[in-house]
């Protein structure tokens, strides 16, 4: 199994509240999203045996949700706003150095499995751009100085 | 629309509303869409199904309502009092035109190469109501996998389905066909937007036993068959009407045929609400293909010196005649036998018993070739339960459906599917009785799974917890309860495996239910003790009183099972018909009735001599290979008649190549006793005969005739038709004694012998798209026996019984719970029949892992 008992025991849980089992797809999606950072065909299979629906039902739901992410990703998720706010102020330049720090293109993972960048539309932040979300949380105000410091503090587990 | 839909419809309220014009009045929940239709108005769509609910994914069936200010889909919108409705104005066909150009802005125009031209929905409605001219001028988007392609764009999602997803429109048909219609889940659609696709599950395929559904009911071309592909236009094709060979219920179809080739190219649907409501098995889809097969015995063999070679018509039956002649002049007609397959037509069967009974003299006779040990008495508990009257639309509007003994998808594919429709949309609650988990038990409120070889005590249970719950009428009780209570309810409970709680849901089920229908299969039938447990039926149906308030019957599993009963091909036929036999032959044989196990029985003390087999393979199908192939190697004259060389055929001195289905006009029964007509759809192929010419051409050798003509032939069967053949029930109730039987040391696994979901008898494995679903035996096991023995999916595995052993891979059932080993007989490759023991309730084995 790749889920963990806990995640598991957690869907179980959710699923006994639903009084259709069908209700229990997407709360186990989020459940098992969030011990692994993403969900697979593998992942769909084990939910399937959990709350004992259809493998292709939670494939179908999965996929209609763009934001469960399909393949594993760095532990930690770079996200750059790109939209009009943060890009008349230099989103482009951010991604640019992110791009050159972590010798990885936008949507790909780097090498140690530490970062994945993505670029996304407005995050709600225009005030403080440009910005970046990383995980959950925001960093706002950026400059390259910032992004560097930020980076360097990632790496070194802080 | 079948008559029990139609009175539960007019019994709701009803709505009137005007469509064009017109006053329509139609039950209320009705669509706009079907009240228009069913007043022969007709708008045009491309996502709505007759027997789906209703998505209005397509907006193709835009209508125009009085107060609504936008157009409405018709489809999803229903028809409510005072409405009025316009299907045709000004507005109604520019929405139309606009869906279609929406429709048509990634569909790609490639018609010219597309197969399913000529026949496409979206080619149709688009020259009825689209523009000539398309306002999107950029690229369209186009569906590409370089690794898994086959050709140009296509994916092969399935053993038998091809995908283009560039042409699919999204109506979603398929997937909610597959869902609702069949409870299968191996098609889906993924991703949303304008990226939508239909895709099998990821890491499967579409391989349901109903697959070849998908492709008939898509609108487009985006899902097709290899059976089908490229192999000619439609419009160069004739269509015959005719009905399936291969499953009891008759299910309607349409052959495609091109007479030039006098070839066969498809099968589709040719829907019957009554019946099939337009679907069809993969079975019935492709199991046509072994009337194409290069394989077809193509003239008579006649054994000379050890070898089977070929001969003309005329010296085949010269070599009949002069042994059959020998054995009936030196020991009598009662030293000849036959055996004939109950997939043959009404003439065929009705031909063969008078062969037999006026010509031979003899009451060797018999259609039931799969059937171990039965014995020869006419009113035994189990033919009266099989001659029971059973409707397949009745189940639609039962309260409560109930399936004792029976795994549908390997027996009853079209009755599942009639099951499904009434929880769907009549909010039937059907209970599954089975003794092993079944796949169709996910439409059932409850499963129960009892111990295999305890079916009477089961039966016993309800009764007898109806009668402590005082369920049923008391006087009824009081007689019945002496008769069953030998063993206690707590020991039933623990020789069965099924709780006291399941026992008292089913029994309040039952007694309160105001309509049932109450399904007995193939599990009961092939069992030992038939008798018994259909006594144990007899007690229940008196006891509840079912059959006054609905159904209950053994069903029949071949085409013509049911008019193999009504013309009395049995060596023991009703009272009634023999009485009627008699009398349109002025003669009856007098000599003792054999059925199929006492003439293979008598085969081996050689006092059945001659043996003639018609369609029949009892080498590969009775339930006892050694017994069978004992009996017919002593036989001194062995004819079989065959479409294909069979482990049969290979020991006959005489072969002869028989016609299938397709290639006359023949009548059959279904199993509610309906009377079908397949038409002829090709000219015979090679010098194959009909089975009803071969019997006649035989009769004529021995200087009698049959039949004077056609009509006369038809006469006789009519009358024997005309019959009342339904067995009364006996008055009183039967004393069921159970006797335990402990399972033989060294072979702890139960074993079940049955067809695979995408093959019937033995004649499907000629079929090569069959053949692409499943194409050899294996052994079905939970997968908690699987772990115990320590294989996986695919491993050989090693089947022993006390008579016989075989080498099989292993396959991991998801629904099997319980210990239980089920394998597939349908393919020559094993010999599946030889593990079993005719006179054994219930053959169990022993599996191990073979090692490497």
Not at chain 1, 51 to 66: D, G, R
Not at chain 2, 311 to 327: F, N, P, Q, R, T
Not at chain 2, 545 to 558: E, F, H, N, S, T
Request: glycine content about 6%; proline content about 4%.
């Amino acid at each position: 199994m790749i889920l963990s008992e806990k995640t598991v025991k957690k869907i179980r849980e959710k699923a006994s509240k639903y009084p259709k089992r069908k209700a229990a797809i997407l709360p186990s999606l989020t459940l098992a999203y969030k011990q692994l950072g993403y969900v697979d065909n593998e992942i769909y299979i084990e939910i399937s045996e959990v709350i004992n629906v259809p493998q292709l039902e939670i494939a179908e739901a999965a996929s209609f949700y763009t934001m469960f992410p399909k393949k594993p990703r760095g532990k930690y998720l770079l996200q750059v706003c790109n939209n009009i706010s943060c890009a008349l102020l230099g989103a482009d330049a951010m991604v640019d150095r992110l791009e050159e720090k972590l010798a990885i293109k936008r949507g790909e993972t780097t090498d140690d499995g530490l970062f994945t960048l993505i670029s996304v539309e407005c995050l709600g932040s225009c005030c403080t751009a440009p910005m970046i979300q990383i995980n959950d949380d925001f960093h706002e105000n950026l400059t390259r100085k910032k992004l560097d410091k930020l980076l360097e503090g990632l790496k070194n587990g802080k | 629309m079948a008559e029990a839909v139609k009175e539960k419809i007019s019994a709701v309220a009803t709505v009137t509303c005007t469509i064009d014009g017109q006053q329509i009045t139609v039950p209320r929940g009705t669509s706009v869409f079907d009240a228009a239709k069913r007043n022969g108005i007709v708008i045009p769509a491309f996502c709505n199904h007759d027997k789906l609910k209703p998505v209005g994914a397509c907006r193709m069936c835009y209508v125009e309502i009085e107060k609504m200010p936008k157009l409405q889909v018709s489809c999803a919108t229903m028809a409510t009092d005072g409405m009025v409705v316009s299907t045709n104005s000004q507005q109604v066909r520019e929405g139309r035109k606009a869906v279609i150009e929406f429709t048509l802005i990634n569909h790609p125009l490639d018609c010219p190469t597309c197969d399913k031209g000529g026949e496409c929905d979206l080619q149709d409605l688009t020259f009825d109501h689209g523009y000539d001219d398309s306002r999107f001028g950029f690229n369209k988007m186009r569906f590409i996998e370089e690794e898994k392609r086959a050709t140009f764009d296509d994916l092969k999602i399935g053993p038998e389905i091809v995908l283009n997803r560039n042409r699919c429109i999204l109506c979603y048909k398929c997937v909610r066909a597959n869902k609702e219609a069949f409870g299968e889940y191996d098609i889906g659609a993924f991703e949303r937007g304008d990226l939508t696709e239909i895709n099998a599950t990821p890491g499967g395929e579409v391989s349901n036993p109903f697959s070849g559904n998908l492709v008939e009911i898509c609108p487009v071309g985006a899902l097709t068959n290899s059976d089908w592909r490229y192999k000619i236009r439609v419009w160069l094709t004739k269509t015959v009407p005719s009905i399936c060979n291969f499953s009891g219920s008759g299910t309607n179809i349409t052959f495609y045929k091109e007479d030039h080739k006098n070839f066969l190219f498809r099968v589709t649907a040719r829907c019957n609400d009554d019946i099939d409501d337009g679907w069809l098995s993969d079975i019935t889809r492709y199991g046509y293909q072994i009337v194409n097969s290069e394989s077809r015995l193509k003239t008579p063999l006649i054994k000379k010196g050890g070898k089977q070679v070929a001969a003309s018509w005329d010296e085949a039956l010269a070599v009949i005649k002069k042994h059959m002649g020998e054995i009936k002049d030196q020991s009598g007609g009662v030293c000849i036998g036959g055996l004939i397959s109950p997939s043959l037509d009404n003439a065929s069967l009705y031909s063969f018993s008078k062969l037999f009974r006026t010509i031979f003299k003899s009451n060797n006779i018999d259609f039931r070739g799969d059937y171990r040990y039965l014995p020869s008495v006419t009113d035994s508990p189990f033919t009266i339960a099989a001659s029971q009257p059973f409707s397949i639309s009745e189940m639609e509007t039962s309260e409560v459906i109930i399936t004792f003994g029976t795994d549908l998808i390997r027996e009853h594919h079209n009755e599942y599917l009639k099951i499904r429709r009434a929880v769907n949309f009549f909010n039937a609650t059907v209970y599954s009785v089975n003794p092993y988990a079944v796949k169709t038990a996910d439409i059932a409120k409850s499963e129960m799974v009892y111990s295999p070889g305890t079916d009477e005590l089961v039966i016993n249970g309800v009764c007898l917890v109806a009668i402590e719950k005082k369920l049923v009428d008391s006087s009824a009780a009081a007689k019945l309860k002496p008769k069953i209570s030998k063993l206690s309810l707590g020991e039933i409970a623990k020789q069965t495996g099924v709780s006291r709680e399941q026992f008292v849901e089913l029994a309040e089920a039952i007694s309160s239910a105001k309509k049932i229908s109450f399904i007995v299969g193939e599990i009961v039938a092939r069992s030992l003790d038939r008798d018994k447990i259909c006594a144990a039926l007899s007690n229940m149906n008196k006891l509840f009183g079912i059959q006054d308030k609905g159904q209950l019957a053994v069903l029949a599993r071949y085409a013509n099972s049911k008019g193999a009963q009504k013309l009395g091909i049995s060596a023991t036929p009703y009272e009634i018909v023999k009485k009627e036999l008699k009398k349109i032959w002025g003669e009856y044989p007098d000599c003792q009735p054999r059925n199929t196990d006492a003439m293979i029985n008598l085969m081996k003390k050689e006092e059945i001599k001659g043996f003639i087999t018609v369609g029949a393979n009892p080498m590969r199908l009775y339930p006892d290979r050694r017994f069978a192939s004992e009996g017919l190697e002593h036989v001194d004259f062995l004819v079989a008649c065959d479409m294909f060389e069979t482990e049969t055929t290979e020991l006959a001195d005489v072969v002869l190549p028989l016609c299938s289905w397709a290639e006359y006009d023949g009548d059959y029964i279904n199993l509610e006793g309906k009377v079908q007509t397949g038409k002829q759809a090709i000219k015979p192929k090679h010098e194959s005969k009909a089975a009803f010419e071969i019997m006649e051409l035989i009769a004529r050798q021995f200087g009698a005739k049959l039949f004077e003509n056609e009509q006369n032939k038809n006469g006789e069967i009519e009358k024997l038709l005309n019959l009342d053949s339904v067995l009364p029930w006996p008055d009183n109730f039967f004393e069921i004694e159970y006797e335990k039987k402990s399972s033989q040391d060294g072979y702890p696994v139960p074993l079940f012998i049955c067809d695979d979901p995408h093959h019937s008898g033995h004649l499907t494995e000629k079929s090569p798209s069959l053949l692409n679903f499943t194409d050899s035996a294996y052994v079905e096991l939970s997968k908690d026996l699987a772990a115990k023995i320590g294989v996986a999916d695919g491993d050989p595995l090693r089947v022993e019984s006390p008579v016989g052993k075989i080498v099989v891979p292993a396959k991991i059932s998801a629904v099997l719970n319980s210990d239980v080993a089920i394998i597939p007989r349908n393919f020559s490759s094993t010999q599946t029949t030889s593990l079993l023991m005719r006179k054994k309730r219930v053959d169990s084995v022993k599996l191990t892992r073979v090692e490497e």
